[in-house]
């Protein structure tokens, strides 16, 4: 079987994979929305540990590391897992949900004002 792409898997079916897992080892019945925010921001943690005390242009170089490559994508990937688990739980459309918000973010962010600037948007 060949590995799983970006480009080739839609959200709907991670979303299923993440729902399976769980319901397999009857895992549910702890996935309540706090639990797994609370999760995800432990991951969110684990992820941010490979990037304490070094600067942007550092983190650039950790990321590109072979060493710690395999480390950082298995944070990530806990990251997105609890993500996708705390959607199904909690019956978010992922798709409209990003959607949306990429669409709010547009409005107070525009082009035109925000273009190479990392201020917030009550700052533009």
Same mark, same amino acid.
């Given at each position: ?56 242009? =550092?983190?650039?170089?950790? &990321?590109?590391?072979? !060493?710690? *490559? %395999?480390?950082?994508?298995? +944070? $990530? ?28 973010? =547009?409005?107070?962010?525009? &082009?035109?004002?925000? !273009?190479? *600037? %990392?201020?917030?948007?009550? +700052? $533009?």
């Amino acid at each position: 079987m060949e590995p799983l792409r970006d480009d080739v898997v839609n959200l709907g079916e991670l979303k299923k994979q993440v729902l399976s897992f769980a319901q397999e080892r009857d895992w549910e019945q702890f996935h309540s929305p706090k639990n797994l925010s609370m999760a995800l921001a432990a991951e969110a943690g684990e992820l941010m540990e490979h990037f304490l005390w070094i600067d942007s242009e =550092a983190s650039r170089a950790t &990321v590109a590391e072979k !060493r710690l *490559r %395999s480390a950082i994508e298995e +944070e $990530l990937a806990d990251v997105v897992i609890y993500a996708l688990e705390f959607a199904n739980q909690a019956g978010v459309d992922m798709t409209a949900a990003i959607e949306s918000k990429l669409k709010q973010n =547009a409005i107070k962010y525009p &082009v035109e004002k925000s !273009r190479g *600037r %990392s201020v917030k948007y009550t +700052e $533009l």
